[in-house]
Structure formats: structure tokens, C-alpha cells
């Protein structure tokens, strides 16, 4: 993958603790705007056109659980504001990991960088803008249990904006 074929910053370069806001430098590709990070009033301002749209998934011993929940996708070259929520939900030394999965209106699967969380009841969530610029057809995410580096168990929820 190109690394400025997908687009992320914010919370999708950089989960944070509940209580603290993601902040990020922009990704490769992205602009000082597209790092910006949204606060509770923003939410308050997209349109009810434009989302939410949500997109979850946990793996089957529940050890990680996450979701994303997309705003403003109101056309396939729109930026869309996204928040990522995370969980740790098993006592097995396992983290807890998520990505955004978008895919292009070419058909091609793109993968953000995986973003962890490690001990039981770790909760981590931020937010972030994703834009591509052929489009986006369909976004998710993928969720997993990494030991190590090596990924144990996934599940990926990617769909388009009307399912």
C-alpha cells in the first residue's frame, strides 16, 4: 500500500485515553486540516444526512471489541470525521488492536496503521479525519487480539453508506 493512498490523521494516527483528546501531526498526505481533531460541539454541527454511520466488531472470545462511528460521508471524495473506540476484554496477555479498512471506488482494500490497547478493561477511543482521493465505495474496521506481533484473531465489519 501507498502510504499516502489513504489518508488518516487525528485519532486514526493516534488512539488516546478516554479523557484526553487525540492529537496528531498530519499523516503523509494529509493536510495541517485534515489533522484536525474534533471536539463534542462538532458533533453537533455535521449534518444528520451525513451520518453516523457505524461499523463494530469483537472477536469471538470478546478479548477485543471496537467500533467506528463516521460522519459527514455525503459523496465518495468527501473527508469523513471518524471516531475510533477500542477495547481490552480479556485477562489472556493479549492487546487489543484497530485499523480502518476503507475501500476505493477502484475495488482495492486500503489498511491503516493497527492501533493497540493492553489489559483487561483498557478502553481507548479518538478522533480523526480519513479522506482517499479516488473515493471511498465502502469503510470499516478491522479488530484483533495481537500476542506479541502475531495476530491471533481478527473480525472486519467494511460496508458502503446505505447498509
Not at 487525528?10 to 501531526?25: D, E, H, Q, Y
Amino acid at each position: 500500500m501507498k502510504r499516502a493512498a489513504l489518508a488518516c490523521s487525528g485519532g486514526l494516527a493516534m488512539l488516546s485515553a478516554l479523557t484526553t483528546p487525540a492529537v496528531a501531526s498530519p499523516a503523509e498526505g494529509t493536510s495541517s486540516r485534515a489533522a484536525s481533531v474534533l471536539g463534542a460541539e462538532s458533533l453537533t454541527q455535521v449534518s444528520a444526512a451525513a451520518g453516523p454511520h457505524y461499523r463494530s466488531c469483537a472477536t469471538k472470545g470478546v478479548g477485543a471489541s471496537g467500533e467506528a462511528e463516521i460522519y459527514g460521508w455525503t459523496q465518495p471524495g468527501a473527508e469523513l470525521n471518524v471516531k475510533l473506540s477500542l477495547l481490552d476484554g480479556a485477562r489472556d496477555g493479549n492487546s487489543a488492536a484497530i485499523r480502518i479498512v476503507i475501500e476505493g471506488v477502484d475495488g482495492k482494500r486500503r489498511y491503516a496503521a493497527w492501533h493497540r490497547v493492553s489489559g483487561f478493561g483498557k478502553y481507548k477511543e479518538g478522533w480523526g479525519t480519513v479522506r482517499h482521493a479516488r473515493g471511498i465505495n465502502k469503510i470499516g474496521v478491522q479488530v484483533a487480539e495481537f500476542r506479541g506481533s502475531r495476530l491471533v484473531e481478527s473480525c472486519t465489519d467494511v460496508r458502503g453508506p446505505s447498509s
